[in-house]
């Protein structure tokens, strides 16, 4: 087996990072402190949203986000296929199903024209993603859902920092999600938080993130929870992070844009955008599309390149695909009311490259070099 010399990505963490979480080590309070207060508070005011509550992943936050609003058994929501399965899961967990609907093939995010044929009198709410930290078109889709009572869920898990017009994602709907794998741009190790302007969501998400207890007393449960917790360690790496947002935003940007004046000139390549007009793009990772996407891979890999096939479509996968179930347990589990033409395209043909913080001048030309050569 060849062995990968460069990896598709890396945490960048500084001594900086290290000495806080020692710190809080050092401490007695090792859950529900100090730091997840303020990692808390550092989301909330750089996004711009009035509560913020840390949770142990972005899957987590989509759970209690669809709890808070309401959302369960005999509802519809609106998702795309072209993302994490991670969306369509977490509708499911609610016992609510998922109903995907296509993306357009520029922005490789929900296109709001197929949203609005999707809906039915069953469908309570949309779940928008900003694809690989491209922010979807929220002004369409938010009015979409304004016409039709629906609820709108953000998954912002790629997209921390992203704009629209200078406004932070996470602010256009009734709840956001934002994520912190180490892929991301910012790391916790693992870990999520959800961020929303309307208190009682918020005192619901936390609450249920923590066994159902609304009051101080350990032992009293309110109602069903869950143990999503973010532990003190986790925070104040987060928090850290968080001091380093605009550094490493820009960083990965620079990277962006090293990448795309590399590759510019090849006609197998199809870049993504760097610059559209009013939004400003958060670099979650690189993707491009190329022809015979999977041969292109191997390739890479051959030479040592570690690359990632984002994203294969929700629908086509076992777990939702309804070839092998009856319809009944199909329409359980999600629904495509249409074909997914563009969907299914640029599941066949997207790419992630090598990205991360520290990616060097050297590293991106040899990707550069061996994706001309595997298309040739």
């Known amino acids: 087996m060849t062995r990968i010399e460069i990896p598709l990505s890396a945490p960048d963490i500084t001594d900086f990072e290290i000495e806080a979480v020692v710190s809080v080590l050092r401490s007695p309070r090792l859950s529900l402190g100090p730091k997840l207060e303020e990692f808390e508070r550092s989301v909330a005011e750089y996004v711009g949203s009035a509560h913020a509550v840390g949770v142990s992943s ?70 928008a993603v900003h694809t690989f930290g491209r922010p979807a078109d929220m002004a369409a889709l938010g009015a979409i859902a ?21 406004q932070r994602v996470g602010t256009f709907g009734d709840a956001a999600v934002f ?22 969501v918020s005192r619901q998400v936390r609450a249920l993130r923590n066994q159902g207890r609304y009051g101080e007393a ?20 987060g928090v850290a992070q968080m001091r380093r947002v605009d550094e490493i935003l820009a960083c990965r940007e620079a990277v962006a844009r090293r990448y795309c004046a590399l590759l510019a000139g090849n006609p197998a390549v199809r870049l993504p955008a760097m610059d559209v007009p009013g939004q400003r793009l958060s670099w979650f990772v690189f993707v491009v599309q190329v022809p015979e996407r999977d041969q292109v891979a191997e390739r890479l890999a051959s030479a040592g390149i570690a690359t990632g096939r984002y994203f294969a479509p929700i629908h086509l996968q076992p777990a ?57």
Not at 150 to 164: F, M, N, R, T, Y
């Open 58 to 127: 972005g899957t987590a936050g989509l759970h209690l986000a669809l709890i808070a609003l309401g959302i369960g058994p005999g509802d519809e929501v609106i998702v795309p296929s072209f993302t994490f399965v991670a969306v369509a899961n977490a509708v499911r967990y609610v016992g609510a199903t998922p109903v995907f609907a296509d993306i357009d093939g520029e922005s490789l995010n929900l296109d709001p024209a197929h949203v609005e044929a999707a809906i039915t009198p069953r469908t309570r709410a949309l779940i």
């Open 218 to 237: 350990w032992l009293e449960h309110a109602e069903l929870g869950y143990n999503y917790r973010l532990s003190e360690m986790q925070a104040a790496l």
């Open 320 to 376: 939702y695909a309804p070839s092998s179930r009856s319809n009944t347990t199909a329409e359980k589990n999600g629904i495509c009311k249409f074909d997914l033409p563009v969907t299914e395209a640029a599941g066949a043909r997207t790419l992630a490259l090598p990205f991360f913080n520290r990616i060097t001048e050297e590293q991106m030309g040899r990707v550069a070099e061996a994706l001309r050569t595997a298309l040739s």
């Open 179 to 200: 994520a912190f794998y180490p892929n991301k741009q910012i790391t916790t190790g693992e870990g999520g938080m959800v961020v929303t302007q309307d208190a009682d």
């Open 146 to 166: 304004r016409r039709h009572g629906l609820k709108v869920i953000e998954d912002a898990c790629e997209a921390l920092g992203a704009e629209i017009d200078g």
